[in-house]
C-alpha cells in the first residue's frame, strides 16, 4: 500500500454547510480508520483546511475514496491536494508495509 497525504482547502463560505455536513463526514472517516483506510485525519486549527493520511493501492483507488466524502457532495472542498508521502521515522514509519 502507498501512503498518501490529502489535504483539504475549504471553501471561504462553506462554514455553516461543513457544520450541516460534519456529523456524515466524521462517520465517513471512522469508518475508513476502522477499516484501516485512513491513518489519521483532523482540521486545521485556523479552519481552513484538513490533513488527512490515507493507505491506498494507487492514486486512483484513492480519488475513487474521496469522491465517497461526504464534504465533496456538499461541495465545500474548494482545493484537494494529493502528495505520495513515506514516513520514515515517528509513530507513522512504516505503516505503508
Sequence with gaps: MTV????????????????????AHRE????????????ASGPYGDGAGALLIFKASDEAALNSILKQDPYAAASV???????????VTGMLAGIAA
Design 4 to 23: 498518501f497525504a490529502v489535504e483539504y482547502v475549504y471553501a471561504a463560505d462553506s462554514t455553516d454547510t461543513r457544520n450541516e455536513v460534519r456529523t
Design 28 to 39: 465517513w472517516t471512522g469508518g475508513l480508520a476502522q477499516d484501516g483506510v485512513l491513518v
Design 77 to 87: 472542498i474548494a482545493g484537494t491536494r494529493i502528495t505520495e508521502w513515506s514516513p
